[in-house]
């Protein structure tokens, strides 16, 4: 019954912007740290933020002043802000939560970055 699903991803130049979306089905979010994760072709799956139940948030160093994380608890979902896209960036992207000792993660949506 628990389900995430992102949305959001798609094709952007090098320097825009896309904001992702995590939609919460089947549980309130908001007590729960929630987290987003990438991965790239042929690399691991890497951490990229997350934000707690207080609204505190936290950056991977290569997203740092670039990404913004945040959520609407009224909502249920989470979101990430990405601005001045890199190449780099793009991956699947994944967002995650940790729910009664259970890892739940959502399908993933597809950012890509070219020009």
């Known amino acids: 019954q628990v389900q995430l699903v992102e949305s959001g991803g798609g094709l952007v130049q090098p320097g825009g912007s896309l904001r992702l979306s995590c939609a919460a089905s089947?549980?309130?979010?908001?007590?729960?740290?929630m987290y987003w994760y990438r991965q790239a072709p042929e690399k691991g799956r890497e951490w990229v933020a997350h934000?707690?139940?207080?609204?505190?948030?936290n950056y991977a160093d290569s997203v740092k002043g670039r990404f913004t994380i945040s959520r609407d608890n009224a909502k249920n979902t989470v979101y990430l802000q990405m601005d001045s896209l890199k190449p780099e960036d793009a991956a699947l992207y994944y967002c995650n939560v940790v729910y009664r000792a259970t890892d739940y993660w959502g399908q993933g949506t597809q950012v890509t970055v070219s020009s």
């Open positions: 089947g549980f309130d979010s908001s007590p729960y740290t």
């Open positions: 934000i707690t139940r207080r609204g505190f948030a």
